[in-house]
């Protein structure tokens, strides 16, 4: 009976997180760097854009594209970009991060289980930080089938501080309250599944690390 109460109660926890995090990334977006910034350090935005010197830089889809800050910093580098994000707030605040260069960003609202986009469009996809859907076998699928033969899917999705204090032990405390701490990485393993060649790698940023993961499309497998 204790272990049933348990295992309800730690579902009805997840479907209320579930809630709160679709309420923060849609009618609270406004939000959304503060609070990134406070769990940070202020480091959010130099852990997003130390992508930068990893693409290729033809052609790039940022899938969860937020509020902008990777837009922006590609639109800045002069690369050509598409952002996706399933959110019109967010959407709406990139849109004027970016227009603060004078630059107008190219974004759409649609989710990563079906990108409505071309095959084989993209020399590079980037995610920064994003939920777990970027791991569903569907989302997976459509960044293989828009990637060119030999692009790079490209994964930054953790982080971590150079010092130990209570600062620190704080953001580690909320990261677990709101299940964001993982018990074992399948990132590798489901992306070489899916036949992408899997390179791991930690980025120093400013007073932290940030692992980046670089998925390449082999151009001799087909999908599946």
Known sequence: MFLATAVMIRLLYSRFLRWAFTRFYREFAWTYDAVAAIVSRGLWQHWIVAVLPYLRGRYVLEIGSGTGYLQRALHRSKIQAVGLDV???MLRLARRKVARDGAQAVL???VGQRLPLADGQFSDVVATFPAEYILEQATLGEVWR???????LLLIDAAQFNRRDAYTAAVDVAYRATQQIRSEDARPRLLAAQGFAVETRWLPVRDSHVQLLVATKRSELSQG
Not at 146 to 152: I, R
């Open 87 to 89: 959110s019109r707030q």
């Open 108 to 110: 759409l609202q649609a």
């Open 146 to 152: 828009v990637l060119e033969p030999g692009g790079q």
